[in-house]
């Protein structure tokens, strides 16, 4: 994404800063290269997570209380695609607008994703900590209770992430108390949307490896289905921290860019430029979670995989059966033959 852009565009315009009321000189052109760059991440978010949506629709063995979390994030990342990207584009390419609402819609809806998919992550991770620290008491869940769970961090999320509406007057107003404002509470962001749940997530990631190694390390005594089924768990536990990790390096970058472009103190022009170079390349990687989710867990979970080779590459494994199917009515036959002669 070229200088020119941004420089157009007021930068509160594109953070959790907020809009500049004036908006953009009238005669500034927009840079119509915003497109081409994010326009196919769009597509690839929308593609791929309603790929989940078909496997979810045609696959009952996937609607198990475990992946409606999976399915609500799935539906976080598909918003992305079909509605952050393109009101991103929207607020940059159409300039000559009078854009303080619209360009407020679009940071805080932004957000409002962001902190989404982050409690979906963690809303994962310690969902499988209880399944495997508590299994008895994880037995008793169902897909109501975690449809409430789902509900919760969708709440959650609302209210934290379309909070800022609540000093949007100040903006106008007093600018200076608005900035103010708005860096509190992108501090918060910053404490309560990533370092709490990554240090919730490392610990109860740590506990639960530590309770599947010593599941497994009972000796030869434990049976073969539990040494597979710790197996998986190690390997879904890896899956959602991958997820997490990837959303930490991803999105972390922009509130922390947001942070400094919030001060309601002038900051110098060496360090703006900086800021600014930073953010070309922050404002493309920020949205490759909503991509890279749904694949990790449709190919490396093996319930997802498994509907997946069944659903999505149904061709081959019809082909493959009656195939299998028809060499098992020649060998019969011609068994039959034998018998017959002799």
């Known amino acids: 994404m070229s200088t ?10 594109n953070t959790t800063a907020g809009p500049n009321v004036k908006g953009a000189p009238g005669s500034v052109k927009p840079q119509y290269d915003i497109l081409y760059e994010l326009l196919p991440i769009a597509i690839a978010i929308v593609v791929v997570n ?18 409606c979390l999976l399915l609500s994030l799935a539906v976080c990342d598909f918003m992305t695609g079909l509605i952050c990207i393109p009101l991103f584009i929207s607020v940059l390419l159409v300039i000559k607008l009078p854009r303080p609402h619209f360009g407020y819609f679009n940071v805080v809806f932004n957000n409002f ?3 989404s998919a982050s409690y979906h992550i963690l809303a994962i991770t310690l969902e499988r900590f209880v399944c495997i620290k508590w299994p008895f008491s994880h037995l008793q869940s169902t897909k109501k209770s975690m449809l409430k769970v789902a509900l919760l961090v969708w709440f959650v999320s609302v209210v934290v992430g379309f909070m800022p509406y609540a000093w949007f007057s100040l903006l106008l107003t007093d600018p200076v108390a608005y900035k103010k404002i708005q860096v509190g509470y992108i501090a918060f962001c910053l404490a309560f949307v990533f370092l709490v ?9 740590i506990i639960t490896f530590k309770a599947i190694a010593k599941s497994c390390g ?18 879904c536990l890896i899956i959602f921290g991958l ?11 922009w509130f922390v860019i947001s942070l400094y472009f919030s001060f309601w103190f002038p900051l110098s022009q060496e ?9 070309q390349v922050v ?11 749904p694949l990790l867990y449709t190919f490396f979970k093996k319930d997802f995989i498994t509907a997946f080779k069944r659903i999505i590459l149904r061709k081959k494994s019809l082909n493959r059966s009656s195939t299998t199917a028809t060499t098992r009515i020649l060998k019969g036959k011609s068994q039959k033959k034998k018998v017959d002669w002799i």
Request: some cysteine; glycine content about 2%; hydrophobic content about 50%.
């Open 4 to 13: 020119d852009l941004f420089n157009n565009v007021s930068w509160p315009l």
């Open 50 to 67: 309603s790929m989940v949506f078909y496997l979810f629709a045609k696959s009952k063995r996937l609607r198990n209380p475990t992946n």
């Open 113 to 115: 994703i962001a902190i």
């Open 197 to 205: 749940p990554c240090i919730l997530i490392v610990v109860s990631q």
């Open 218 to 235: 009972q000796g030869l005594t434990a049976r073969k289905a539990d040494q597979r089924k710790a197996k998986n768990d190690k390997k």
């Open 243 to 253: 997820m997490a990790l990837i959303y930490v390096i991803c999105w972390l970058p």
């Open 271 to 279: 360090t703006f430029e900086m800021l600014l170079k930073l953010s």
């Open 283 to 293: 404002v493309i990687f920020r949205y490759v979670t909503s991509i890279v989710n």
